[in-house]
């Protein structure tokens, strides 16, 4: 069964840095989003991209997050300069259709910690 | 603005035993509501997704109901297996607000041998 793969599993930055998570949707999927997940805390809508532009997004998805579909297959967030209220579990997900009849598919998510 | 609940927080039940998990939203304009499984440190596993229009959905020994109106959704588990042991996601899309999932909190549910 096709699934939604994310890269890599686990990264450790300082304070500051830059990181890029990257995610290889399902591949007819359309809509492609982020969640993450604050150790403890709910999961969490980030970002929703179609059609290579941002459809919505959180208040949480500030100047310092970006996402780019730089190719036919992988979906990115960037963000810019990390901060230690930025680590967390993120996940990417596809859906073949925005609404009705279109279940959302996760990937495996990439820890993040920010130290 | 869309809130979602799920009772209880946390379940213990010995393995073979029928259970119901519940999940609130507080507003009923959704499309649909979908149940997510999450084992530790992993990604969550889409259970079963239930449209608006819908009142129950069904897979293997999971049931899901949808009772719009009054904002609620069951998944129960039928003859449970150690297996099962996992955190259980309730998400809506609701009508307005983004249109994009909203989650619960989950229930964390082990089930012992």
């Known amino acids: 069964e096709p699934e939604v793969t994310q890269t890599p599993s686990h990264q450790v930055t300082q304070m500051g840095q830059e990181v890029i998570l990257r995610c290889v949707p399902i591949?007819?999927?359309?809509?492609f989003y982020w969640y993450r997940q604050i150790l403890g805390q709910k999961v969490e809508f980030l970002v929703s991209?179609?059609?290579?532009?941002?459809?919505?997004k959180s208040e949480i998805f500030d100047d310092q997050f970006s996402v780019e579909r730089p190719d036919g297959s992988n979906f990115t967030l960037k963000i810019r300069s990390t901060k230690l209220e930025d680590s967390a579990m993120y996940f990417c997900?596809?859906?073949?259709?925005?609404?009705?009849?279109?279940?959302?598919?996760f990937g495996n998510g990439t820890r993040l910690t920010v130290t | 603005k869309q809130e979602v609940t799920q009772i209880p927080a946390a379940l213990s039940v010995p393995e073979g035993e029928n259970l119901v998990l519940n999940c609130s939203f507080t507003?009923?304009?959704?499309?649909?509501l979908q149940w997510f499984r999450q084992d530790p440190g992993k990604g969550l596993t889409s259970l079963l997704l239930?449209?608006?229009?819908?009142r129950e959905q069904t897979s293997g020994r999971l049931n899901a109901s949808l009772d719009k109106s009054s904002g609620r959704s069951t998944l129960y588990i039928a003859a449970s297996q150690p297996g099962d042991s996992a955190t259980y996601l309730c998400?809506?899309?609701?009508?307005?607000?983004?249109?994009?999932?909203?989650f619960g909190p989950g229930t964390r549910l082990s089930v012992l041998p």
């Open positions: 997900a596809s859906s073949e259709a925005r609404r009705n009849n279109s279940p959302l598919h």
């Open positions: 591949s007819n999927h359309l809509y």
């Open positions: 991209f179609y059609n290579n532009e941002i459809s919505e």
């Open positions: 507003d009923s304009a959704i499309y649909n």
């Open positions: 239930i449209q608006s229009s819908q």
């Open positions: 998400a809506v899309r609701p009508r307005n607000y983004g249109q994009n999932f909203v």
